[in-house]
């Protein structure tokens, strides 16, 4: 990589963290409006996950450490009620929150994995939860379905999204292979109290 070609990577990267950091946005996403807002060519090569992910890390250890770990701990919390309410379904837990970088802004994703796709959501209307159905893409590009919940968090005083994405059960197995950075993408409810604890890396 030329020395050009790398400057804009990490002109890309900067501008990327910055939009993951106070707008909560996914990688993906925060790299295509980088490159819109820096008035680059749409086919400008991005940069990878570990350039960003290390872009994310190192903004926030410049701009917002104190504030970013006290809202990371509140979404986690919350995040941990929501995995006990529907342990019948073997939540786990992804994203940045799981990843240790989340901020007030960013949305907390649970991956459901059961035998019938159709329970959690027959589960949330018996408990008068109300969610908006939809679908995302899931690790391996393929839709899956996600019901999106809009829970209040008292701790950071703002409503938060919460996406549960169904998945078969027998999907759990690939769910937890590394991702492409060597980490564990996801974890369950205890994986995710022992990361708190100081017990094990994201």
């Not at 890309?12 to 790299?31: F, M, P, S, T």
């Not at 939860?129 to 391996?140: A, K, T």
Request: glycine share 6%; net charge negative.
């Amino acid at each position: 990589m030329d020395a050009s070609r790398e400057d804009i990577t990490h002109q890309i990267a900067a501008v990327a963290a910055r939009l993951v950091v106070d707008e909560g946005l996914e990688y993906a996403a925060a790299k295509r409006r980088a490159v819109k807002q820096l008035g680059l060519p749409s086919r400008t090569a991005l940069p990878d996950n570990a350039v960003l992910d290390a872009a994310v890390r190192e903004d926030i250890a410049v701009f917002c450490p104190d504030t970013q770990a006290t809202e990371l701990q509140a979404l986690r919390e919350l995040a941990l009620v929501w995995m006990d309410r529907l342990q019948a379904f073997r939540p786990h837990i992804g994203g940045s929150v799981w990843h240790g970088i989340a901020t007030r802004h960013s949305d907390i994703y649970l991956q459901l994995f059961c035998d019938d796709p159709k329970a959690p959501e027959w589960a949330l209307l018996d408990h008068r939860v109300e969610y908006h159905p939809g679908s995302v893409n899931g690790w391996r590009g393929e839709p899956v379905e996600a019901l999106t919940l809009r829970v209040r968090c008292e701790a950071l005083g703002q409503w938060v999204l919460v996406h549960l994405m169904v998945h078969e059960h027998d999907d759990l197995r690939g769910a937890l292979k590394p991702d492409t950075l060597g980490r564990k993408p996801r974890g369950d409810a205890a994986a995710l109290r022992r990361l708190m604890a100081g017990e094990v890396p994201a």
